[in-house]
């Protein structure tokens, strides 16, 4: 398995960026890489699929979520949420079909439920 580095979240950066978010020490962005490994991880397990960085979709997937963390870390709400709502979309669409009962599992990123029939919108 290829490991994701830091210098491969370094590249997806603007140099500048990169340097006043982490002020010069890389151990910020080796823990938002690690966060962000924990965080695809656990969804992989929840949709009963293996981690595995040298898969392209999962390996993306961890990139977009350091990127979020970096940003969470740097305050910077509105570009963090991009990142994370593009790490859903991504994950999304592993998630599995259906569960034995043939229903979507609640903890998958794509569930929903239906609204109620009796719904007469905002009044």
Known sequence: MELIEIEDIQELMREEEYLAICQGDD???Q???ENARIYVQAVADSYGLDYDESDAVLRLAVKKRTLAELYIYAAEWTTAEQYK???S???APLAPVSSASGELPK???GYTESGRT???GYR
Do not use: F, I, P
């Open 118 to 120: 009796d719904w007469q």
């Open 89 to 91: 979309q991504l994950l």
């Open 31 to 33: 823990e938002a890489l």
């Open 85 to 87: 709502t593009e790490t």
């Open 27 to 29: 151990s910020v962005a």
């Open 107 to 109: 903890k998958a990123a």
